[in-house]
């Protein structure tokens, strides 16, 4: 699917061919699935960064639950103005940094919106403390 050679899931290091087996062909940060830690841990109030790489050869619509984000890097090139979205459809190879006023406490799902990718491993989450 890209360059995943292997992936932990269950917390287990497993190679391509063994997470096929379980439906799982999608990972963040070389983790399958959600996690016990979240990707990102913030203190309401604060601005949050995240970086995604699409590091596949299909496309992805990332998707933040609980709140709206502004992208600010696009494949290494800062940008501006850009509207206030909660979903990103990133490309093949594409990179960006999306930015956030992390106002709203809670967990918070952080996944591919194709339900497919969601279902076979491609979901994370993060936390804001109040």
Known sequence: ?????KAYYQGEALGIRELVRFGQ???FN???GLTKKPLLRA???????IDIKNDTAW????????????????NNQSVGGEPWVD???MAQGESASIA?????????????????HQASG????????S
């Open 25 to 27: 062909v999608w990972a």
């Open 100 to 116: 956030f006023v992390a106002d709203n406490p809670g967990k918070w799902l952080f996944h591919c919106h194709m339900l497919e």
């Open 59 to 74: 496309p992805h619509a990332m998707h933040l639950h609980g709140h709206h984000f502004r992208v600010i890097e696009k």
């Open 43 to 49: 203190q309401k109030g604060q601005t949050a960064v």
């Open 87 to 89: 979903t990103l459809l």
């Open 30 to 32: 070389g983790v399958v």
């Open 122 to 129: 491609m979901t994370t989450w993060i936390s804001v403390n």
């Open 1 to 5: 699917m890209g360059r995943m050679d």
